[in-house]
């Protein structure tokens, strides 16, 4: 059984989500859970009269409405099921009160889900909607690992062909290999194994690479998989390029908090390969 949470603000590109989510899922026997995160509280403009929107009365329609909205995404969720999605998937949902961030990190808490899908606006979001990212919050602040889906991102996941593993081939990345093929057993998929590099590998750095090729070649016999360096100063273009000249379908790397590679796998990085692909990024809790 497979556990997805989608967290959903009914804008498009979390409904984007949802649908890959459910595509995911009709893969297996799944429960997936819609989570709205309502807040009592909106932004008001200087001169905006003291009872709006923030009055009681306000404050009482807008939950309702998204209670009706919620329900009503519920619904055409379920009429829209194939008879497989239908077989397969369990769907819940959820209503809760505070800031996405933090409701999103403590229900996950709770469900403990294999993965949480999320809608994010596509390449060309603004500094401030980059650097305020909701997705990018919970992705350093949830424990399970949190799959973004651009809005310009294909849905058919009958395409999931390639996946690119972006890694140092350190310890944590052996956890995270094993829950990626978790999600793609489904799947015919192609894991390029990657490390991007800003210097030729020394020797050391090569018996790393080989020792995690050694024991996914043992371990993973079913799957697919190669490894290799990518050696660049500068990580995006460089991704970009293998991402287009390899058509990678995902990519999937371990956030770091700190290592000698740092400077490739900062919260900084990570918001820029987000927001710099219409690729969908899996990230992985170390």
């Known amino acids: 059984m497979i556990k997805i949470l989608v967290p959903v603000t009914f804008t498009d590109y979390s409904v984007n989500a949802l649908t890959y989510a459910l595509t995911l899922a009709g893969k297996f026997p799944s429960t997936v859970t819609l989570l709205h995160s309502f807040s009592e509280y909106e932004d008001i403009e200087e001169g905006t009269p003291p009872d709006m929107p923030n009055s009681e009365e306000n404050v009482r329609k807008r939950e ?9 995404l519920c619904q055409r969720t379920i009429n829209k099921m194939t008879s497989l999605q239908d ?8 209503f809760e009160f505070g800031y996405p961030e933090d409701v999103i990190a403590e229900v996950s808490k ?3 889900p294999d993965v949480i899908i999320m809608g994010t606006k596509s390449k060309g979001e ?3 909607e980059l650097l305020g990212s909701i ?4 992705m350093k602040r949830a424990d399970v690992p949190v799959l973004a889906v651009p809005a310009n991102s294909s849905v058919d996941l009958e395409s999931l062909s390639k996946v690119l593993f972006i890694t140092d081939f350190g310890d944590s990345d052996y956890i995270s290999v094993h829950k990626l093929i978790r999600l793609i057993t489904p799947f015919q998929t192609e894991i390029h194994a990657v490390r991007f590099i800003s210097h030729k590998p ?3 750095e090569d018996r790393k690479m080989e020792k995690f ?8 016999r079913n799957h697919q998989l190669q490894f290799s360096y990518e050696q660049s100063e500068h990580l995006i273009p460089s991704l970009e390029k293998y991402v287009n000249e390899n058509n990678i379908d995902l990519i999937a790397m371990t956030r770091r908090k ?3 590679i740092a400077q490739f796998f900062s919260p900084e990085v990570t918001r820029r390969i987000l927001f710099h692909t219409d690729v969908p990024l899996l990230v992985f809790h170390p």
């Open 110 to 112: 709770d469900l403990d």
């Open 135 to 138: 997705t990018s919050d919970v």
């Open 258 to 260: 700190r290592n000698m």
């Open 87 to 94: 077989k397969n998937i369990e769907l819940e949902n959820r």
């Open 64 to 72: 309702q409405d998204a209670r009706d909205r919620l329900a009503d």
């Open 213 to 220: 090729r050694d024991y996914c070649d043992a371990t993973y």
């Open 126 to 128: 603004t500094i401030k």
């Open 202 to 204: 020394d020797q050391s």
